[in-house]
T-cell receptor
Framework: SQKIEQNSEALNIQEGKTATLTCNYT??????LQWYRQDPGRGPVFLLL?????KEKRKERLKVTFDTTLKQSLFHITASQPADSATYLC???????????FGKGTMLLVSP | NAGVMQNPRHLVRRRGQEARLRCSPM?????VYWYRQLPEEGLKFMVY????????ESGMPKERFSAEFPKEGPSILRIQQVVRGDSAAYFC??????????????FGEGSWLTVV
């Protein structure tokens, strides 16, 4: 069955450093992958989308890579700030209409 | 430009009662999705609707759960005879067209159901 794995342990880093979060998947060939941010008690907020034929996407301090051979996506936040502290969700989708399959998310804690 | 609106934000029901969760999609969006997030679990797809049509309900439990998106008014997720295991956050999302490669869906803030 399809499986998406995100590190269940919280990632603790210092302000100013680069945070790197990992999303691995098995038994799946997604057409695209999305990253969301979720704060406690709030809904997920879309951050970035990367398609299967793209290797890397950037948006301001965010960078996403997508390696379909390794079946892995890396999500980077450069120059991290305490305000970046949240849970980050990875979600995969198929081509055409599809529903998203989400990982459980990784909590990021950025300390000043 | 209001986002996806869900209400109630918090709902407490006793076992056996009914829960009705409402979702108004973003303006101009005609596609609605419901996801459920159990404690310590990821978001799980439940159902995908367009106006007056259920497109995909593969994630809906077979019993007690139903969803609709009428021609007028919000989408409703209805849970009959709630049990403690139904306690979760229910998120609605919407998109302007069918969710597909490159299409972003926008989530509401969720409805937190607690069954006592």
């Amino acid at each position: 069955s399809q499986k998406i794995e995100q590190n269940s342990e919280a990632l603790n880093i210092q302000e100013g450093k680069t945070a790197t979060l990992t999303c691995n998947y098995t038994n799946y060939s997604p057409a695209y992958l999305q990253w969301y941010r979720q704060d406690p008690g709030r809904g997920p907020v879309f951050l970035l989308l990367i398609r299967e034929n793209e290797k890397e996407k950037r948006k301001e301090r965010l960078k996403v890579t997508f390696d379909t051979t390794l079946k892995q996506s890396l999500f980077h936040i450069t120059a991290s700030q305490p305000a970046d502290s949240a849970t980050y969700l990875c979600a995969l989708g198929d081509s055409g209409y599809s529903t998203l399959t989400f990982g459980k998310g990784t909590m990021l804690l950025v300390s000043p | 430009n209001a986002g996806v609106m869900q209400n109630p934000r918090h709902l407490v029901r006793r076992r056996g009662q009914e829960a009705r969760l409402r979702c108004s999609p973003m303006k101009g969006h005609s596609h609605v999705y419901w996801y459920r997030q159990l404690p310590e679990e990821g978001l799980k797809f439940m159902v995908y609707l367009q106006k007056e049509n259920i497109i995909d309900e593969s994630g809906m439990p077979k019993e007690r759960f139903s969803a609709e998106f009428p021609k007028e008014g919000p989408s409703i997720l209805r849970i009959q005879q709630v049990v403690r295991g139904d306690s979760a956050a229910y998120f609605c999302a919407s998109s302007p067209t069918g969710e597909s490669s490159g299409n972003t869906i926008y989530f509401g803030e969720g409805s937190w159901l607690t069954v006592v």
